[in-house]
């Protein structure tokens, strides 16, 4: 256990490393032509993200391994109590809290409290990687709460907690970044995970088309709720991404962070 906690800073490096390598292979293999060229809008999303950074790390005195452990000393949740196989037991813990996402995400786009937050993440008028990180942080910290309350009633395992944590970090790095994949590689992908071209289309301007593909990492409860898009109505190269209301613009971090009062 001491030698799986130390390799944690280890494995801490991981979403970092995951993110500069697709940062440098979707402008080796663009999707699409970004509608606007230069440094600007991808340094005013990672400031946001290092925003975020200080308010989950220093400010929220909450980490999910410090939950996981809590509930596994107070014996709470399904599989502190429940005997089962390990791997099982992250590979059902990862599905479940999924599963959680997709619906905190569908709430987001319902719920007009939650939507004031979440709109700063749709206001880019662009998507790449660092749309993954352009978050307001009380959309964050309630995600953080959400997930804990997940693990308390699952009794999610520390290496549950960190799985999850990666797949939820590189999987949206991932699927929204402008990289360019083989047509028949995300063609299989999208039998399991979202894929660039999928979460593009939850990216659409269109309303209609915003209201699908809620998935973060799994396709599956898009497909299983109908929700689910194949491809945008205007195609993925043409299609127009963000916002189109002139007051839900957000171009800095201060906009951004100030969207929700607007
Ligand atoms: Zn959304
Ligand atoms: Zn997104």
Known sequence: MYEFISNLSLVSLLPLAAFLVLLVMQSLFPRRELAE?????????????????????VLVPLTLIGVSIWASEQSIGVFNRAV???WMVVLVCVVVLDFMIYWQHVATHRWTLLW????VHHADRNM?????????????VLSLLYKAVGIVLLGAPILAVVVFELLLFIGPAFNHSNLRLPVLLDRMLRWVIVTPDTHRAHHSTSVAEQNT??????IWWDKLFNTYTQTPQEGHEKMPIGLIAPQDQCDRVDQMLLAPFR
């Open 213 to 218: 593909n809620y998935g973060f990492f799994l």
């Open 116 to 119: 004031r937050m979440h709109k």
């Open 37 to 57: 060229t230069g440094w600007g809008r991808l340094v005013q999303n990672i400031l946001l993200f290092a925003v975020n950074l200080v308010v989950l790390r």
């Open 84 to 86: 089962a196989p390990g």
């Open 128 to 140: 790449d990687v660092t749309t993954a990180v352009r978050f307001h942080p009380f959309e964050l």
